[in-house]
Structures are given as structure tokens and as C-alpha cells.
């Protein structure tokens, strides 16, 4: 079933939602360890809605240069800032870091700091794109059952790779296996949860919210990023729990307008979004003197919002001007 027109909005909304909640995890709130149960889980299952029902090379083809296209434009131009500004500045003039490690983790999208201090958050994107792929080829399989198999074969080897190879996976290639179980989700639910009644919605808030709530503080703080899930049962049960009573609410009270804007630009903040925290840490040193940015709790949620205030005229920009950066393409 395709996702219609009059439905879209609350799934943009939801995806909205994941993109705010990534900028202000980014500034280390105290919420942080209960953000990262659950948003980005919420984006792979979101993504595993709009997985293509007949794939083929010109699907792959679109979904690269709709992903793989914008990230790797993002990731040259927010290298080249970096070295050439960034790395002066802030806490990455406290790392001696070398610019040819950071150059390749352009390509291979890992490995901390050391490689990707120029744009740690975009390794969202390569990861997003091979669980894709590991998704498309598990489709190919003719019977269900065996496309079950391998997709538990495939989520089971994600979870056991990292604690096997001391390594950083090319383009998270260990995550993306992990991330299949949200993925899968989001495909193979998306009918149902599209066409859940409003009552069965909250119903479904109610039920998940309880086990998400009563949950999420057992488990060690998670990062998918660096492969560190400490339980996984726990992961998966609040990454899904959270997910469903997030896009259940916002499904049944889509009065969050803002959200679908930002739905449909999670690229541009993505990329930018740390970028603005740094113009907002300039601004106060130079204005202020202030050198030392110990943030309380209601100024990291005040960031958050001028962070995507100042982002608002950049992604207009953008999407009027360079769609590709945002993962679109005008229509010749």
C-alpha cells in the first residue's frame, strides 16, 4: 500500500519530531539518555514506511541520489569549513587532529572524532542507505518465511559484529544490519498503522506508553553511532515502544504544523544543525566574553529552538534554490 497525500502530514510531523530531538540531544540535556532510547529508532522505522514495494536498479539509483548524493555534497562542503576554519576553534583546537584521517571519513563515515569531527551526525545517512539495500536484497527472496530468516540472521550478526571486531564499520555497516529490525517494522506495519482507528491510536499510546515509560531507565545509555546498545532486549523493546506511543500521539493530535516543515528538510538540519550551535557560541564570546559554555537546562532548550530558527531562511534557500542538498530534484 502506498502512503497517500492526506496522510503524509503526520508522518512528517513524526519525522519532524526525530530531527528536533536529535539538535537537542546534540546539546546535552539532562534528558538526553531517554532521547537516545528511542529517536533513531523512530527514523528507521519512519524510513522502513517508505521502502519501495517493487525494487529494481532504478529504485536503488533514486534512493542513492536522494540519500547518498546530498550526504556526500554535505559532508565535502562541511569538511572543507572545517579544515579550513573549524578545527581552530572550539573543542576541536584541543585535538591535534589530522586532516587526512578526517578527509577519508568523508567516504567511510566513522570512527569518532578522529575521523569525522568536520560531521559526526551524518553517519545517519550511509547507514540509512545500506539498511536499504540489506532490505531490498532480503525482498528478493521469494517466500516470506525465509525473508523472516535471513532478516533474524541478519539482526543477530549486526548485534554480535561489534563485540567480535574492535573496529569501525565501513558507513556503520554493523548498525545497518541492527537498524533492519526497526526497518522492517516500519514496512511491514506501515498499512496497519496508517489505518489505525483514532481510538485504537490512543489505545495504542496508553498500552506502549506505560512499557516505554516503565522501561527506558533499565537500560545503560545507548548510541547506535558507536554500537553500544547495553541490553539489547531492552534496546529494542523502548527503541519500539517509544516509537509507537510518539507516532501514535502525534498521529492523533496532529497539531504540531511546525513538525512537518521540519520533516521535510531533516537533511540541511542534520548537517547544519551543529554548525549553528557554533555561530550562537561565537556570537556569545564575542558579544558577551563569555568562554566557557556551561548551559543550564532551560538555555539548552532555548538553543535548540534558535538553532532551528536560524535554519529556517537557510533551508528556503535550499529548497528553492539546491533541492539536491536536501535530498530533492526538480522536475525537468
Known amino acids: ?9 503526520w508522518i512528517d510531523q513524526a519525522r519532524g519530531l526525530s530531527i528536533l530531538l536529535v539538535v537537542y540531544a546534540h546539546n546535552f540535556p539532562c534528558l538526553e539518555k531517554y532521547i537516545y532510547t528511542f529517536h533513531v529508532p523512530l527514523f528507521f522505522i519512519i524510513s522502513g514506511f517508505f521502502h519501495p514495494i517493487i525494487q529494481n536498479s532504478n529504485s536503488i539509483l533514486k534512493r542513492f541520489k536522494s540519500v547518498m548524493v546530498p550526504y556526500f555534497l554535505w559532508s565535502i562542503l562541511l569538511f572543507l569549513f572545517w579544515v579550513f576554519l573549524g578545527r581552530f576553534f572550539g573543542e576541536s583546537a584541543n585535538f591535534d587532529l589530522s586532516v587526512i584521517k578526517n578527509f577519508i571519513g568523508v567516504f567511510y563515515s566513522q570512527g569518532g572524532r578522529e575521523y569525522m569531527d568536520w560531521g559526526i551526525p551524518m553517519w545517519f545517512l550511509p547507514a540509512l542507505f545500506l539498511t536499504f539495500l540489506f532490505f531490498s536484497l532480503i525482498q528478493k527472496i521469494k517466500f516470506f518465511f525465509a525473508q523472516l530468516t535471513f532478516l533474524g540472521v541478519f539482526i543477530v550478526v549486526g548485534f554480535i559484529l561489534p563485540s567480535i571486531f574492535n573496529i569501525h564499520f565501513l558507513w556503520s555497516f554493523d548498525v545497518a544490519l541492527v ?26 499510546i496508553i498500552i506502549f506508553g506505560i512499557i516505554h515509560f516503565a522501561l527506558f531507565s533499565l537500560n545503560s545509555k545507548v548510541d547506535m553511532y558507536r554500537s553500544i546498545y547495553g541490553s539489547e532486549i531492552l534496546f529494542v523493546v523502548n527503541g519500539v515502544s517509544g516509537t509507537i506511543f510518539y507516532l501514535m500521539l502525534v498521529k492523533s493530535v496532529p497539531i504540531f504544523k511546525f513538525l512537518s516543515y521540519l520533516g521535510k528538510s ?30 543550564s537546562e532551560l538555555q539548552k532548550f532555548l538553543i535548540t529552538f534558535i538553532q532551528i530558527v536560524m535554519l529556517i531562511p537557510i533551508i528556503y534557500l535550499i529548497n528553492k534554490y539546491l533541492p539536491i542538498l536536501n535530498g530533492k530534484f526538480k522536475k525537468i
Do not use: C, D, Q
Open 179 to 204: 537498524a533492519l529490525f526497526f526497518y522492517s517494522l516500519g514496512f511491514y506495519f506501515k498499512s496497519y498503522l496508517i489505518n489505525l482507528s483514532l481510538k485504537k491510536s490512543w489505545f495504542f
Open 1 to 9: 500500500m502506498e502512503i497517500s497525500k492526506n496522510r503524509i502530514n
Open 266 to 295: 531533516t537533511i540541511p538540519i542534520l548537517a547544519l544543525h551543529l554548525r549553528a550551535l557554533t555561530v550562537i557560541k561565537f556570537i556569545l564570546l564575542i558579544v558577551f566574553g563569555i568562554t566557557v559554555f556551561n548551559f
